[in-house]
């Protein structure tokens, strides 16, 4: 793939009528005037495709690739201390990354306000420790500017990078979970603690057949959301249990709630509600919710264990 090539699929991605234009400082291809770069595969290999190795964009700000194999220790990003955007999204198995990685380049980028990071698949948990464990996190980073940071990966990947990472002025967070059993989050906690600007006041959780959704907003429901929660789980009884770990590790934030509503965008609800354990799950759910003034439920929930557990 030429540079050039990429680069003006990028300006005309992002609505940029201007042509870009490239010099040679040696071997290698500066574009001076691209500050939008898109990146998406036609098609869905998207293996041969890859940066220039001598691909220099001096005063580039927002970097969006999608399902592009982009090592996170690339050259072009080491020197891309001026992003104000970095969106590394459906990143494909071939350049998964350790989160220590991703922390020694973001510490390079002192004035990323959006960090989007999103994994194709999921690596497994254990592996994920395992490495941890070879190679230890060594470095904390501040992002002094942080606005909106978006995580798609595993909890232990998650919760190993929230650990070292701090970010005052973060206004949102949106976290995508792979299906897994088990939501142990507890540094996620500690990370929204330390934002000064995320507060909570409205809470809405929706059960659909495939995810649970978690939206909190610092005022009453709006359709915008300070923090998002979605994971990946098919049957309710396991979304119960998912959204009742949840909240018991961040109930420290909940307490300031005050409306809680509870959506039904299921098909069927008659067969997945069949013993004792379902209405155990549904009162710890509601517990963290101690100080709520409001409770709305969609019909779909209230003719089932929801109804008894209350």
């Not at 709630?257 to 379902?278: C, F, G, M, P």
């Amino acid at each position: 793939m030429r540079s050039s090539t990429v680069t003006e699929s990028a300006a005309s991605a992002f609505g940029c009528p201007c042509q870009i234009t490239q010099t040679y400082c040696g071997h290698r291809r500066e574009f001076p005037a691209l500050g939008y770069l898109y990146i998406k595969p036609l098609t869905g290999d998207n293996t041969c495709l890859i940066l220039p190795k001598m691909f220099y964009a001096p005063h580039l700000r927002h970097f969006l690739p999608r399902n592009f194999a982009i090592p996170i220790r690339s050259p072009f990003l080491s020197t891309a201390a001026g992003l104000i955007t970095l969106s590394l999204t459906i990143i494909p198995p071939l350049v998964y990354f350790h989160p220590g990685d991703l922390l020694a380049q973001l510490s390079l980028m002192p004035q990323l306000e959006t960090l989007r990071i999103t994994f194709h698949s999921p690596i497994s948990s254990r592996d994920v420790v395992r490495q941890l464990l070879h190679m230890p996190i060594i470095v904390d980073v501040t992002l002094p500017n942080l606005r909106w940071l978006t995580l798609g990966c595993i909890n232990a990947y998650l919760e190993a990078f929230l650990l070292q990472i701090n970010a005052p002025v973060l206004e949102k967070v949106q976290i995508i979970f792979f299906d897994q059993l088990t939501l142990s989050v507890p540094h996620l906690l500690q990370f929204l603690a330390t934002a000064e600007n995320l507060r909570f006041r409205c809470v809405s959780l929706t059960f659909s057949s495939g995810c649970i959704f978690v939206r909190m907003d610092p005022r009453s429901e709006t359709g915008m959301y300070a923090l998002s929660v979605h994971v990946a789980c098919k049957h309710l009884d396991w979304q119960v249990a998912s959204a009742a770990q949840l909240f018991d590790v961040l109930r420290p934030v909940l307490s300031s709630v005050e409306y809680l509503y509870l959506k039904y965008k299921r098909s069927s609800i008659s067969t997945q509600w069949h013993n004792e354990a379902d209405r155990t799950r549904w009162r710890e759910l509601l517990r963290s919710f101690s100080n709520a003034k409001m409770l709305l439920v969609d019909d779909g929930l209230v003719v089932g264990e929801l109804s008894r557990s209350l």
